[in-house]
């Protein structure tokens, strides 16, 4: 979707997120040449990042996905993850690529890497098209971080508020009274 009303501004539009993309991807390649990794997108947000950043990266690469969320509905997160969804491939000795659409808290990523460290993966690594540093609450080691971004409710590009807003082809703020 190109247009919405209900945006009050854009913060970073297609052509800025997918050179962003092409960056990560090139990097990534570098990082793992010669490796096969497994790339778990964490839904929903995730779901067209993962596919943008897959396309873009020149490695081969499995993907699965994972549905974990510790939101309800609204914009604050309740520090309490369910899983909501597994993987079906074994992660045990891969090289897990763990991708996220934006890291608040940083609960469910550090939750999601602890378990497939637990779970005997090789090794495991974060990529997150968007990062709000400010709003940490647990400490998460991200590697691959695509834009940090002040504390403000975004959505578009896989992002939602209240299930709105994913297939929005930037990210966006809403307007104010998109919450009322
Ligand atoms: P965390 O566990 O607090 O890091 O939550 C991360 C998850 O919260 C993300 O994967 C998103 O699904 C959701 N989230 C956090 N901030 C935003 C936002 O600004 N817009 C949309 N979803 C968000
Ligand atoms: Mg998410």
């Known amino acids: 979707m190109k247009n919405c009303n209900e945006i009050k501004s854009i913060m970073f539009s297609e052509q800025q997120i997918q050179e962003r993309i092409e ?18 997108g964490v839904l929903k947000g995730a779901w067209i990042f993962v596919a943008d ?7 081969p690469a499995d993907v699965d996905f994972i549905c974990a969320s510790s939101y309800g509905g609204g914009t604050t997160t309740t520090g309490e993850l369910t899983l909501l969804k597994d993987i079906t491939m074994d992660c045990r000795r891969r090289d897990v690529l763990l991708v996220e659409d934006i890291i608040d ?8 890497k602890d378990m497939m460290i637990e779970r005997k993966a090789k090794s495991v690594n974060i990529v997150t098209l968007l990062s709000k540093p400010s709003r940490r609450k647990v400490d998460v080691d991200v590697k691959y971080v ?8 975004v959505v578009g590009y896989g992002m939602d508020y209240d299930e709105r807003f994913r297939t929005l082809n930037y990210i966006g703020v809403l307007k104010e009274e998109v919450y009322k």
């Open 53 to 59: 950043l897959l396309r873009s990266l020149e490695l």
């Open 23 to 40: 960056q990560m991807a090139k990097q990534i390649a570098v990082d793992y040449a010669g490796r096969r990794p497994l790339v778990i």
């Open 146 to 153: 695509g834009f940090e971004i002040p504390d403000e409710f």
């Open 105 to 112: 808290s940083g609960i469910t990523l550090s939750r999601l």
